[in-house]
Protein backbone atom coordinates (compact mmCIF):
# COMPACT_ATOMS: atom_id res chain seq x y z
CA UNK A 1 0.00 0.00 0.00
CA UNK A 2 1.54 3.60 -0.93
CA UNK A 3 2.32 6.35 1.88
CA UNK A 4 -1.26 8.29 0.26
CA UNK A 5 -3.37 5.18 0.53
CA UNK A 6 -2.16 4.71 3.86
CA UNK A 7 -3.34 8.25 4.52
CA UNK A 8 -6.30 8.24 2.52
CA UNK A 9 -8.54 6.79 5.46
CA UNK A 10 -8.10 10.04 7.48
CA UNK A 11 -9.04 12.50 5.24
CA UNK A 12 -12.33 12.56 6.07
CA UNK A 13 -12.06 12.18 9.72
CA UNK A 14 -10.07 15.39 9.08
CA UNK A 15 -12.04 17.12 7.32
CA UNK A 16 -15.16 16.12 9.65
CA UNK A 17 -12.85 17.28 12.80
CA UNK A 18 -12.78 20.46 11.11
CA UNK A 19 -16.48 21.44 10.87
CA UNK A 20 -16.74 20.89 14.40
CA UNK A 21 -14.29 22.77 15.37
CA UNK A 22 -14.90 25.64 12.74
CA UNK A 23 -18.31 25.33 12.24
CA UNK A 24 -21.32 27.35 14.37
CA UNK A 25 -23.20 24.63 16.48
CA UNK A 26 -26.33 25.63 14.55
CA UNK A 27 -24.82 24.37 11.18
CA UNK A 28 -25.39 21.03 9.35
CA UNK A 29 -22.35 18.35 10.45
CA UNK A 30 -21.77 15.98 7.35
CA UNK A 31 -20.87 13.53 10.36
CA UNK A 32 -24.37 13.49 11.01
CA UNK A 33 -26.23 13.10 7.62
CA UNK A 34 -28.59 10.74 6.70
CA UNK A 35 -29.03 9.06 3.49
CA UNK A 36 -32.37 6.40 3.12
CA UNK A 37 -29.84 3.45 1.97
CA UNK A 38 -26.44 3.04 3.79
CA UNK A 39 -23.16 3.10 1.93
CA UNK A 40 -19.72 2.72 2.64
CA UNK A 41 -18.33 6.09 3.68
CA UNK A 42 -15.66 7.62 1.36
CA UNK A 43 -11.78 7.92 2.55
CA UNK A 44 -11.63 11.46 1.49
CA UNK A 45 -14.71 13.03 1.07
CA UNK A 46 -17.94 14.28 3.44
CA UNK A 47 -21.35 13.24 2.84
CA UNK A 48 -22.32 16.51 1.96
CA UNK A 49 -19.45 16.77 -0.72
CA UNK A 50 -20.32 13.62 -2.17
CA UNK A 51 -23.70 14.85 -2.57
CA UNK A 52 -22.37 17.72 -4.58
CA UNK A 53 -20.14 16.12 -6.49
CA UNK A 54 -23.12 13.14 -7.87
CA UNK A 55 -25.45 16.08 -8.87
CA UNK A 56 -22.47 17.93 -10.82
CA UNK A 57 -22.20 15.04 -12.54
CA UNK A 58 -25.62 14.27 -13.33
CA UNK A 59 -26.98 14.79 -16.84
CA UNK A 60 -29.96 16.65 -15.41
CA UNK A 61 -27.60 19.26 -14.25
CA UNK A 62 -26.30 19.55 -17.62
CA UNK A 63 -29.49 20.27 -19.26
CA UNK A 64 -29.58 23.10 -17.54
CA UNK A 65 -27.07 25.31 -20.10
CA UNK A 66 -29.90 25.42 -22.44
CA UNK A 67 -32.93 25.86 -20.43
CA UNK A 68 -34.37 29.28 -20.33
CA UNK A 69 -33.91 31.44 -17.41
CA UNK A 70 -36.26 34.69 -18.30
CA UNK A 71 -35.66 35.00 -21.74
CA UNK A 72 -36.84 32.78 -24.41
CA UNK A 73 -33.72 31.06 -26.62
CA UNK A 74 -31.82 34.87 -26.58
CA UNK A 75 -29.75 35.70 -29.14
CA UNK A 76 -26.07 37.12 -27.03
CA UNK A 77 -23.95 34.86 -25.49
CA UNK A 78 -24.30 37.21 -22.17
CA UNK A 79 -27.99 36.09 -21.08
CA UNK A 80 -28.53 33.95 -18.45
CA UNK A 81 -30.05 30.18 -18.47
CA UNK A 82 -30.85 28.11 -15.71
CA UNK A 83 -27.22 26.74 -15.80
CA UNK A 84 -25.55 30.28 -14.94
CA UNK A 85 -28.46 31.08 -12.41
CA UNK A 86 -27.50 28.09 -10.62
CA UNK A 87 -24.30 29.00 -10.37
CA UNK A 88 -24.60 32.44 -9.03
CA UNK A 89 -27.19 31.66 -6.61
CA UNK A 90 -24.64 28.96 -5.40
CA UNK A 91 -22.26 31.47 -4.88
CA UNK A 92 -23.91 33.70 -3.60
CA UNK A 93 -25.23 31.26 -0.69
CA UNK A 94 -21.82 30.13 -0.01
CA UNK A 95 -20.51 33.63 0.59
CA UNK A 96 -23.32 34.11 3.02
CA UNK A 97 -22.84 30.53 4.63
CA UNK A 98 -18.86 31.15 5.07
CA UNK A 99 -19.83 34.16 7.05
CA UNK A 100 -22.12 32.76 9.28
CA UNK A 101 -19.81 29.75 9.63
CA UNK A 102 -22.65 27.40 8.25
CA UNK A 103 -21.80 24.34 6.53
CA UNK A 104 -20.69 25.34 2.88
CA UNK A 105 -20.50 22.23 1.43
CA UNK A 106 -24.11 21.15 1.94
CA UNK A 107 -25.24 25.02 0.58
CA UNK A 108 -23.37 24.08 -2.48
CA UNK A 109 -24.93 20.60 -2.97
CA UNK A 110 -28.32 22.27 -2.43
CA UNK A 111 -27.58 25.20 -4.81
CA UNK A 112 -26.52 23.33 -7.42
CA UNK A 113 -29.60 20.65 -7.24
CA UNK A 114 -32.07 23.41 -6.49
CA UNK A 115 -33.46 23.77 -10.11
CA UNK A 116 -32.80 20.24 -11.98
CA UNK A 117 -36.03 19.74 -12.04
CA UNK A 118 -37.26 23.41 -14.25
CA UNK A 119 -39.43 22.75 -16.93
CA UNK A 120 -37.71 24.00 -20.87
CA UNK A 121 -39.15 27.52 -21.27
CA UNK A 122 -38.41 28.93 -17.85
CA UNK A 123 -41.63 29.32 -15.69
CA UNK A 124 -43.84 29.55 -19.00
CA UNK A 125 -43.07 26.14 -19.48
CA UNK A 126 -43.85 25.34 -15.87
CA UNK A 127 -47.13 27.17 -16.14
CA UNK A 128 -48.10 25.21 -19.67
CA UNK A 129 -46.78 21.95 -18.07
CA UNK A 130 -49.34 22.65 -14.96
CA UNK A 131 -52.17 23.49 -18.06
CA UNK A 132 -51.37 19.95 -19.84
CA UNK A 133 -51.45 18.10 -16.71
CA UNK A 134 -54.38 19.88 -14.68
CA UNK A 135 -52.87 20.03 -11.67
CA UNK A 136 -49.69 22.14 -10.50
CA UNK A 137 -46.55 21.27 -11.89
CA UNK A 138 -43.84 22.45 -8.78
CA UNK A 139 -40.30 22.40 -10.35
CA UNK A 140 -38.96 22.36 -6.59
CA UNK A 141 -41.09 18.67 -6.30
CA UNK A 142 -39.87 18.00 -9.64
CA UNK A 143 -36.36 18.64 -8.68
CA UNK A 144 -36.27 16.55 -5.89
CA UNK A 145 -37.93 13.36 -8.06
CA UNK A 146 -34.38 13.95 -10.12
CA UNK A 147 -32.47 12.86 -7.50
CA UNK A 148 -34.64 10.53 -5.79
CA UNK A 149 -36.04 8.70 -8.78
CA UNK A 150 -34.96 9.28 -11.90
CA UNK A 151 -31.54 9.76 -12.54
CA UNK A 152 -28.83 6.43 -12.69
CA UNK A 153 -31.73 5.36 -14.74
CA UNK A 154 -34.17 4.76 -11.96
CA UNK A 155 -31.61 4.24 -8.97
CA UNK A 156 -31.53 7.42 -7.72
CA UNK A 157 -28.50 9.48 -6.23
CA UNK A 158 -29.16 8.36 -2.67
CA UNK A 159 -28.63 11.73 -1.43
CA UNK A 160 -28.61 12.51 2.04
CA UNK A 161 -32.02 14.10 3.49
CA UNK A 162 -30.55 17.58 4.41
CA UNK A 163 -29.57 18.14 1.26
CA UNK A 164 -33.16 16.56 -0.73
CA UNK A 165 -34.73 18.73 2.16
CA UNK A 166 -33.13 22.09 1.07
CA UNK A 167 -33.91 21.32 -3.01
CA UNK A 168 -37.87 20.59 -1.98
CA UNK A 169 -38.34 23.59 0.21
CA UNK A 170 -36.61 26.09 -1.65
CA UNK A 171 -39.68 27.91 -3.33
CA UNK A 172 -41.59 30.93 -2.25
CA UNK A 173 -44.85 32.44 -2.37
CA UNK A 174 -45.53 35.55 -5.19
CA UNK A 175 -45.47 38.44 -2.44
CA UNK A 176 -42.91 37.65 -0.34
CA UNK A 177 -39.20 35.87 -0.72
CA UNK A 178 -39.24 34.97 3.18
CA UNK A 179 -42.78 32.94 2.31
CA UNK A 180 -43.31 29.85 1.68
CA UNK A 181 -46.67 27.17 0.80
CA UNK A 182 -44.24 23.97 0.96
CA UNK A 183 -42.54 24.34 4.36
CA UNK A 184 -39.39 25.85 5.71
CA UNK A 185 -36.13 23.79 5.19
CA UNK A 186 -35.27 21.85 7.93
CA UNK A 187 -31.39 23.01 8.19
CA UNK A 188 -29.74 26.80 8.23
CA UNK A 189 -28.10 26.06 5.14
CA UNK A 190 -31.12 25.37 3.31
CA UNK A 191 -32.93 28.31 4.44
CA UNK A 192 -30.09 29.91 3.19
CA UNK A 193 -30.24 28.86 -0.44
CA UNK A 194 -34.15 29.54 -0.80
CA UNK A 195 -32.79 33.73 -0.16
CA UNK A 196 -29.63 33.57 -2.08
CA UNK A 197 -32.43 32.26 -4.93
CA UNK A 198 -34.18 35.36 -5.02
CA UNK A 199 -31.31 37.74 -4.55
CA UNK A 200 -29.35 36.02 -8.03
CA UNK A 201 -32.84 35.89 -9.85
CA UNK A 202 -34.01 39.55 -9.10
CA UNK A 203 -30.88 40.76 -9.65
CA UNK A 204 -30.03 39.15 -12.60
CA UNK A 205 -33.12 39.38 -14.19
CA UNK A 206 -32.66 43.23 -13.65
CA UNK A 207 -29.34 43.04 -15.95
CA UNK A 208 -31.27 41.05 -18.44
CA UNK A 209 -34.14 43.21 -18.74
CA UNK A 210 -31.78 45.95 -19.62
CA UNK A 211 -29.50 44.12 -21.92
CA UNK A 212 -32.61 43.58 -24.35
CA UNK A 213 -34.13 46.78 -23.73
CA UNK A 214 -37.13 45.85 -21.44
CA UNK A 215 -35.72 48.10 -18.61
CA UNK A 216 -33.68 51.42 -18.04
CA UNK A 217 -31.66 51.74 -14.65
CA UNK A 218 -34.22 54.76 -14.02
CA UNK A 219 -37.30 52.74 -14.63
CA UNK A 220 -36.57 50.72 -11.05
CA UNK A 221 -38.64 52.55 -7.72
CA UNK A 222 -36.84 55.12 -6.22
CA UNK A 223 -37.75 53.15 -2.68
CA UNK A 224 -36.10 50.30 -3.74
CA UNK A 225 -33.10 51.79 -5.03
CA UNK A 226 -32.67 53.80 -1.97
CA UNK A 227 -32.65 51.21 0.18
CA UNK A 228 -30.20 48.91 -1.68
CA UNK A 229 -28.28 50.64 -3.77
CA UNK A 230 -28.24 51.89 -7.66
CA UNK A 231 -26.17 49.52 -9.40
CA UNK A 232 -26.71 45.61 -9.99
CA UNK A 233 -23.63 44.72 -7.27
CA UNK A 234 -24.69 47.65 -4.83
CA UNK A 235 -27.75 45.65 -4.40
CA UNK A 236 -26.18 42.24 -4.28
CA UNK A 237 -23.82 43.47 -1.59
CA UNK A 238 -26.69 44.95 0.80
CA UNK A 239 -28.89 41.87 0.41
CA UNK A 240 -26.01 39.85 1.05
CA UNK A 241 -24.67 41.70 3.73
CA UNK A 242 -27.90 42.62 5.40
CA UNK A 243 -28.37 38.57 5.80
CA UNK A 244 -25.03 38.08 7.14
CA UNK A 245 -25.39 41.18 9.82
CA UNK A 246 -29.62 40.31 10.61
CA UNK A 247 -28.38 36.48 10.93
CA UNK A 248 -25.32 36.40 13.07
CA UNK A 249 -27.14 34.59 15.44
CA UNK A 250 -26.57 31.62 13.10
CA UNK A 251 -22.77 32.03 14.09
CA UNK A 252 -23.47 30.74 17.46
CA UNK A 253 -22.65 34.25 18.56
CA UNK A 254 -25.09 35.33 21.18
CA UNK A 255 -29.01 34.13 21.98
CA UNK A 256 -30.43 32.67 18.78
CA UNK A 257 -34.53 33.84 18.18
CA UNK A 258 -36.77 31.79 19.60
CA UNK A 259 -38.10 31.02 15.59
CA UNK A 260 -34.68 30.18 14.19
CA UNK A 261 -34.88 31.19 10.62
CA UNK A 262 -32.83 32.92 8.44
CA UNK A 263 -33.99 36.23 7.29
CA UNK A 264 -33.34 39.62 5.66
CA UNK A 265 -33.91 42.95 8.18
CA UNK A 266 -37.40 44.00 7.64
CA UNK A 267 -36.52 47.06 5.56
CA UNK A 268 -33.80 45.30 3.20
CA UNK A 269 -36.85 42.62 2.82
CA UNK A 270 -39.35 45.18 2.30
CA UNK A 271 -37.04 46.81 -0.55
CA UNK A 272 -36.36 43.64 -1.97
CA UNK A 273 -39.93 42.26 -1.93
CA UNK A 274 -41.22 45.83 -4.21
CA UNK A 275 -38.24 45.14 -6.55
CA UNK A 276 -39.48 41.76 -7.31
CA UNK A 277 -43.21 42.64 -7.42
CA UNK A 278 -41.99 45.20 -9.75
CA UNK A 279 -40.29 42.72 -11.68
CA UNK A 280 -43.26 40.67 -11.63
CA UNK A 281 -45.57 43.95 -13.41
CA UNK A 282 -42.99 45.17 -16.00
CA UNK A 283 -41.15 41.84 -16.95
CA UNK A 284 -42.38 38.78 -15.98
CA UNK A 285 -46.13 39.08 -17.19
CA UNK A 286 -45.68 41.23 -19.85
CA UNK A 287 -43.45 42.29 -23.02
CA UNK A 288 -40.69 39.62 -24.23
CA UNK A 289 -40.82 37.50 -21.28
CA UNK A 290 -44.66 37.04 -21.50
CA UNK A 291 -44.82 37.63 -25.55
CA UNK A 292 -44.10 33.82 -25.98
CA UNK A 293 -46.64 32.01 -23.50
CA UNK A 294 -49.05 31.03 -25.86
CA UNK A 295 -46.94 29.61 -28.35
CA UNK A 296 -45.35 27.99 -25.26
CA UNK A 297 -48.59 26.41 -23.96
CA UNK A 298 -49.11 25.09 -27.30
CA UNK A 299 -45.84 23.28 -28.13
CA UNK A 300 -45.86 21.72 -24.58
CA UNK A 301 -49.83 21.05 -24.89
CA UNK A 302 -49.06 19.36 -28.10
CA UNK A 303 -46.07 17.43 -26.89
CA UNK A 304 -48.23 16.17 -23.65
CA UNK A 305 -51.06 15.03 -25.34
CA UNK A 306 -49.25 13.17 -27.69
CA UNK A 307 -47.13 11.04 -25.76
CA UNK A 308 -49.90 10.90 -23.80
CA UNK A 309 -51.74 9.22 -26.98
CA UNK A 310 -48.28 7.05 -27.91
CA UNK A 311 -46.64 6.62 -24.90
CA UNK A 312 -43.85 4.21 -27.02
CA UNK A 313 -42.41 7.29 -27.83
CA UNK A 314 -41.32 7.91 -24.18
CA UNK A 315 -37.56 7.18 -23.62
CA UNK A 316 -38.00 3.41 -22.31
CA UNK A 317 -35.80 4.03 -19.24
CA UNK A 318 -38.46 6.40 -18.03
CA UNK A 319 -41.30 4.27 -19.06
CA UNK A 320 -39.57 1.73 -16.82
CA UNK A 321 -39.05 3.57 -13.93
CA UNK A 322 -42.72 4.58 -14.54
CA UNK A 323 -43.66 1.16 -14.29
CA UNK A 324 -41.58 -0.27 -11.36
CA UNK A 325 -42.88 1.93 -9.44
CA UNK A 326 -47.07 1.48 -10.66
CA UNK A 327 -47.54 4.91 -11.25
CA UNK A 328 -50.01 6.63 -14.02
CA UNK A 329 -48.12 6.58 -17.80
CA UNK A 330 -48.53 10.50 -17.79
CA UNK A 331 -46.15 10.48 -15.03
CA UNK A 332 -43.63 9.58 -17.71
CA UNK A 333 -44.61 11.65 -20.01
CA UNK A 334 -44.63 14.89 -17.69
CA UNK A 335 -40.37 13.17 -16.44
CA UNK A 336 -39.78 13.45 -20.25
CA UNK A 337 -41.02 16.92 -21.19
CA UNK A 338 -39.86 18.57 -17.84
CA UNK A 339 -36.41 17.07 -18.48
CA UNK A 340 -36.17 18.40 -22.59
CA UNK A 341 -33.91 21.30 -22.76
CA UNK A 342 -35.65 24.55 -25.16
CA UNK A 343 -34.09 23.52 -28.49
CA UNK A 344 -34.88 19.74 -27.73
CA UNK A 345 -38.71 20.49 -27.20
CA UNK A 346 -38.86 22.33 -30.35
CA UNK A 347 -36.74 19.57 -31.93
CA UNK A 348 -39.47 16.93 -30.85
CA UNK A 349 -42.13 19.32 -31.86
CA UNK A 350 -40.41 19.91 -35.20
CA UNK A 351 -40.09 16.01 -36.05
CA UNK A 352 -43.83 15.48 -35.29
CA UNK A 353 -46.17 17.72 -35.81
CA UNK A 354 -44.35 19.83 -38.85
CA UNK A 355 -44.91 18.60 -42.35
CA UNK A 356 -41.54 17.43 -44.48
CA UNK A 357 -41.11 18.58 -47.60
CA UNK A 358 -40.96 15.64 -50.39
CA UNK A 359 -38.32 15.66 -53.00
CA UNK A 360 -37.10 12.85 -55.02
Known amino acids: MSSVQAHHSTVRDWLEAGERERLSPLAAQSSRARRDVEEHESDVRTSFQRDRDRILHTKSFRRLKHKTQVFIAPEGDHYRTRLTHTLEVTQIARTIARALRLNEDLVEAIGLGHDLGHAPFGHAGETALSHALGRSFRHNEQ ?5 EVLEKDGAGLNLTWEVRDGIALHSKVRKDISATAWGTASTLEGQVIKLADSIAYINHDID ?25 GARINTMVCDLIE ?16 IGMSPEVLEATNLLREFMFA ?9 GQDSRIRFVIAQLFDNFTQHPEGVPEELRRIGEVRGEPPDVSVLDYIAGMTDRYAL ?9 RIWSS
Not at 223 to 230: I, S
Request: zero cysteines.
Open 143 to 147: SRRVV
Open 208 to 232: DAIRVGVLEDEDLPEAAVGVLGATH
Open 246 to 261: HNWWATGDGMPPDEQV
Open 282 to 290: HVYLVGPAK
Open 347 to 355: KVFDSIFVP
